[in-house]
């Protein structure tokens, strides 16, 4: 059987945060038992063998905790059990008891969507928390006995400062939690704060502020593993590194993405289409690819390069980055923006914040 | 069969939007030669590029029948002129095939540049002018002053207003045509004499000719050679657009029609060429045949290197129906290979470029357009340099002549200041300054070709308003003091931004190019320094800094494909930029020499 992750998509929130883009909404009435009876139908169209489990969204917390149990029930008996079992929440969205459910129905490990620990800042993204609150998350969750908890973190949001950044940084790294995400803001289009048109950040204090955070995380025991993540000692998140090492993954519910053997395919966005489109037994596919090996062999640079421990030759078919670019690798190597480390070749700290301008010389 | 008694050959002169197309869809509906309801808007523009670009190209002829007043019928033959000064040839040998021609003025703005060199070039035909003033609906119309205009440049009070949008007064404008214009005069006994004043490429026919039957008779079968070449070929078909192609058994002394002989080539239909008939040839040609010589050079290169092919087959298939299209393949170290072409102006090669882009699909690097140089050597060899980088270094250089050309500005009388400054900028002598009326000047000034070609044009736009308008010809070559500027990226020489300049304004260019160059080139993983020099000493630098961030993205859900197509795009809008070194250089880097401005 294939080993793959699982990846189950809750597209419910209770407020859509300014930067957000995702594929989620505040619930209609009924909408979340509907969709996960759908959910159920689709779990049962796949055969895999679960290696991890991560529940995202929208909010996954926002469904109600004895829902959301079975669901996790059901994944279980179907692909698990798993190494690894991540669900996202929210500070707003949860108690002790809803913790506790989580834990006892078998995820060991908690994404927490904090972004700021600055309370303003917090205000100005639109979220229903404030840093007091998303501390107290944090401690209970040690407290129910969660070993393994990751904070998202969100840098540069238009109306912050390096200041804000730096408190946000060191409050996290003095808490109680295993991992965390630093992600650098993304104006998205669909996103109401796209709309807003505020002033951005200037380029340079924006990459002020991630190497900040790549200064403060090392310094506190966070050690660099990708681009944007960071983790205490065996603490990587095992699902994402899925995705970077390109390994097999199934995605279910709206909008969600899979990988299974030589495919690629994305479930339709529309939550009522998917709704309905199971229950009358119809497919829920809407894009579907086919990795040649030309694309895998591009998936692989873009994916492994952004690893800090680089791209290894088996990635590229044991062949190295230079024997296959000779003169693009020679070319970025004298320019410092791509060093050895033995056998692999990895991003320079110079060439971290233009990564995509890099990657895509190998295009 | 018309008599040649009642045949009328004439042509409208007119500025661009001053209403030509609209009247001749007017006189063809008029004649019933098209119903309303076949009537495509502005119906002898056809090329899809001329409808948007609201201008003329290719000259055609269209023939009419009108029952006039005086109960006859008569033929009258339409021909179309281009609009444009790029095309003063076509235009010239168009009027030499009528006797007549509507001059017409729109009622709210009056007498523009380019109206008033086509209505000189029609005088000087003998062409007998029927003023019309169109647009009378308007309610910013003033007839009376536009008349007074027309009397006081041609001394005709008899003027014909119009509105060519509602049909009013256009009866009495095809009456003016009958009794006013000449029937043709030649000789329908005499040897066959033709003139080509246009021509086009047809897939199945090959170049077809249009012409005008000066003396004797053309029909299928003749035996038929062509003046200046001296080929020859077997008729296959005459006829003449009615707007749509007819044939007919001959065209007779005084006619206008197409003519079909299977010749491959628009080459052998060359504009003012005279058409004689083999076995009974006439021993003089008509008076006027020029062959038509490019201006205005540029190169053109693909931005992909493996597209020269495509391009070489593409400027080829143009040149089938554009015999003043010309290129040659030529190597730029910076751009590899590409072509060097001609153009008679800057719309041409404005047309060529788009349609080289738009109809085969060819994404392009157009070097800044540059006029033919003349310059003597030390060792005395006389050279022809159409590329600023062929230049030879300053020690081989004796002398250097560049073209000079007559420019005509019609302009308010407010803005005659202003045009004068610019005028002086643009290193012009002052010669002339006439009124046309109270309010409107004539402006005439001596200026390099060159000038012109940077940004003259807009320039004089922008200082009038819009108001003034231009028309130029080229008068002489004449020694200037000028020097080569060479702009340097990441310390390398890019030949394809050379460019000539006039050693006073060196300096000056070379740092403001310097400045548009960083304004263009994006950030790039590193440093890049520009700079600008005249022969070894650099005048200027400026350097693009290195690109700080680009998007640190997060890789949500797996959707990898989404992120890699992201990827692929960033790519894919590269590649519209030429690598040169490791530096990527967007098309308009190279069109950055015309747009230098003098404000800042």
């Excluded at chain 1, 009924?30 to 055969?47: Q, S, T, V």
């Excluded at chain 1, 923006?337 to 971290?352: C, D, S």
Aim: hydrophobic content about 40%.
């Amino acid at each position: 059987m294939i080993k793959a992750g699982v990846y189950v998509h809750l597209p419910f929130c209770l407020k859509k945060c300014t930067y957000c883009d995702f594929l989620s909404h505040p619930p209609k009435k009924g909408e979340i038992a509907a969709y996960l009876d759908a959910l159920e139908i689709e779990i049962e169209r796949f055969k895999v063998e679960g290696l991890t489990l991560f529940i995202g969204g929208g909010t996954p917390s926002v469904v109600p905790p004895a829902l959301l149990v079975e669901l996790i029930h059901k994944l279980q008996q179907t692909y698990g059990p798993f190494l690894e079992a991540s669900i996202e929440i929210n500070p707003a969205t949860v108690d002790r008891d809803y913790l506790q459910a989580l834990l006892f129905s078998g995820i060991n490990r908690l994404s927490i969507g904090v972004q700021s620990f600055d309370d303003s800042t917090l205000q100005l993204m639109g979220r229903l928390h404030n840093s007091r609150e998303a501390k107290e998350v944090i401690y209970l969750a040690r407290e129910v006995g969660f070993k393994n908890i990751n904070i998202d973190l969100i840098y540069g949001y238009p109306g912050t400062d390096i200041i804000s950044i730096e408190k946000t940084l060191k409050t996290a790294v003095a808490l109680p939690v295993d991992h965390i995400s630093y992600y650098g803001l993304q104006l998205e289009p669909g996103s109401e704060l796209f709309r807003k048109n505020l002033l951005q950040i200037a380029d340079e204090e924006f990459v002020e502020m991630y190497y900040l955070g790549l200064e403060i995380l090392e310094a506190n025991g966070f050690f660099q593993y990708e681009v944007s993540n960071f983790a205490k000692e065996n603490k990587e998140c095992n699902h994402n590194l899925i995705y970077w090492h390109n390994k097999e993954y199934l995605g279910l519910g709206a909008g969600a993405v899979s990988r299974l053997g030589r495919r690629r395919f994305k479930n339709i966005s529309s939550t009522d289409l998917y709704i309905t489109n199971l229950k009358n037994n119809s497919r829920i596919i809407a894009d579907s690819e086919k990795l040649t090996a030309d694309l895998l062999l591009k998936e692989n640079i873009m994916l492994g390069l952004r690893l800090k421990k680089g791209l290894n030759p088996k990635q590229l078919g044991d062949r190295s980055l230079e024997e296959l670019y000779p003169t693009e690798t020679a070319f970025l190597l004298k320019e410092g923006l791509l060093e050895k480390v033995g056998p692999n070749i990895r991003l320079t700290k110079k060439a971290l914040p233009i990564m995509n301008t890099v990657i895509s010389r190998f295009f | 069969m018309t008599e040649q008694d009642k045949i009328r050959n004439f042509c409208i002169i007119a500025h661009i939007d001053h209403g030509k197309s609209t009247l001749a869809d007017r006189l063809l509906e008029l004649t019933n030669t098209v119903s309303e309801r076949e009537m495509k808007e502005q119906l002898l523009d056809s090329m899809e590029l001329e409808r948007e670009r609201g201008i003329t190209i290719k000259a055609k002829a269209t023939r009419m029948h009108y029952k006039a007043k005086d109960g006859e019928v008569y033929q009258l033959n339409l021909i179309d002129t281009p609009g444009h000064v790029d095309f003063s040839y076509e235009v010239s040998r168009s009027l030499a095939a009528c006797e007549g021609a509507l001059l017409i003025v729109d009622a709210t703005q009056g007498i523009e540049a380019q109206t008033l060199a086509n209505l000189y070039q029609a005088l000087d035909h003998d062409l007998v002018i029927i003023p019309v003033i169109n647009k009378i609906d308007l309610p910013s119309a003033d007839v009376d002053e536009v008349s007074r205009e027309i009397e006081e440049l041609i001394g005709l009070e008899t003027v014909y207003p119009v509105s060519a949008k509602t049909g009013k007064g256009v009866e009495a404008v095809l009456e003016a045509i009958v009794n006013t214009i000449p029937a043709p005069k030649g000789i329908s006994h005499d040897p066959l004499r033709a003139l080509i004043f246009d021509s086009y490429f047809d897939s199945y026919k090959g170049a077809v000719a249009y012409i005008r039957v000066v003396d004797g008779t053309v029909k299928p079968g003749d035996k038929i050679t062509m003046f200046s070449t001296g080929k020859t070929f077997e008729v296959t078909e005459v006829g003449t657009m009615m707007p749509s192609q007819v044939s007919f058994e001959s065209l007779k002394t005084g006619e206008v029609g197409y003519l079909v002989a299977v010749m491959k080539d628009v080459k052998d239909t060359q504009v003012g060429d005279t058409i004689i008939n083999t076995l009974n040839p006439a021993k003089e040609p008509l008076p006027g045949y020029k062959k038509v010589k490019p201006m205005v050079y540029c190169g053109l290169y693909p931005v992909d290197n493996d597209q020269f092919p495509d391009l070489r087959t593409a400027l080829e298939k143009l040149q089938l129906n554009d015999a003043s299209l010309v290129f040659e393949p030529e190597t730029s170290a910076a751009l590899g290979f590409g072509f060097r072409c001609g153009f008679l102006g800057l719309l041409h090669l404005d047309i060529i470029q788009e349609r080289l882009e738009r109809e085969y699909n060819l994404s392009l690097i157009t070097t800044a357009p540059s006029v033919i140089y003349k310059l003597i050597t030390t060792s005395g060899l006389e050279l022809e340099i159409d590329n600023p980088s062929k230049l030879p270094s300053v020690q081989e250089i004796a002398e250097i002549r560049e073209p000079m050309v007559k420019a005509t500005v019609i302009t308010p009388e407010r803005y005659v200041g202003a045009i004068m400054q610019l005028c002086q900028d643009k290193r012009g002598t002052f010669k002339n300054m006439e009124y046309l009326n109270p309010t409107r000047t004539i402006l005439t000034y001596i200026l390099p070709l060159s000038e012109i070609l940077m940004d003259f044009f807009d320039k004089l736009k922008s200082s009038t308003q819009g108001y003034a308008s231009l028309d130029y010809e080229i008068i002489a070559y004449e020694k200037a003091d000028l020097v080569k500027l060479d702009i340097l990226i990441s310390s390398k020489p890019v030949d394809a931004l050379s460019a000539i300049i006039h050693r006073d304004k060196a300096a000056f260019y070379g740092r403001q190019l310097a400045k548009k160059l960083k304004e263009v080139i994006p950030e790039q993983m590193f440093e890049v320094p520009i700079q600008a020099a005249i022969g070894s000493k650099v005048i200027a630098r400026e350097t693009v800094k290195a690109l700080r961030k680009d998007v640190l993205s997060k890789c949500y859900g797996g959707d990898i494909s989404r992120k890699r197509k992201l990827l692929e795009k960033q790519k894919e809008g590269k590649k519209r930029m030429k690598l040169i070194g490791k530096v990527e250089i967007p098309q308009e880097a190279f069109m950055a020499v015309l747009k230098v401005d003098n404000d800042d």
